[in-house]
């Protein structure tokens, strides 16, 4: 199997229906790509639920150590961590019924695409969320 994204428009339907998004490996440090994109999706308006173990708070907002901590919905799961670690992840992300699984600019796994597409969650895959906001919405 070739992973591949979902259609621009469909990329751009749940940029636009989605509300808030949890970032597996949000950074509080402001000078790393995933703080940066974090800060830009919340100052669109997104609420951010940072993913984070060594962290209480990022952005402003209470973090939490795993994904399987939320507990209210979540639209959109944006994962920083690296390429290997995404089984684990779309594990996580199953427990908590999220909508949509995005994986960052440069991160590809087809066993964790693979497990997601077949329980029928969208998956996107190396591409920057806050790019793919600027560029469809």
């Known amino acids: 199997m070739t992973f ?7 990329q751009r339907a749940i940029l636009k229906n989605a509300k808030t998004i949890a970032v597996v490996g ?8 995933s703080y940066q994109v974090a800060k830009v999706m919340q100052e669109a308006g997104y609420r951010i639920i940072p993913v984070n173990p060594h962290a209480d708070e990022i952005l ?3 973090a939490v150590k795993q994904l399987t901590d939320i507990k209210e919905h979540v639209d959109i799961v944006n994962v ?5 670690f995404l089984p684990e992840v779309a594990e996580d992300f ?14 590809v796994n087809e066993k964790a ?3 997601l597409n077949e329980k029928n969650y969208p998956v996107i ?8 906001y600027q560029e469809l919405v």
Do not use: H
């Open 94 to 107: 199953v427990q908590i019924d999220a909508d949509v699984f995005w994986a960052q600019l440069g991160l």
């Open 60 to 62: 402003g907002e209470k």
């Open 26 to 33: 949000l950074s509080d440090k402001p000078e790393r790509t």
């Open 80 to 84: 920083f961590r690296r390429s290997e």
């Open 4 to 10: 591949q994204n979902p259609s621009l428009s469909e």
């Open 125 to 132: 895959m190396d591409r920057c969320i806050k790019v793919a």
């Open 113 to 115: 695409a693979q497990y």
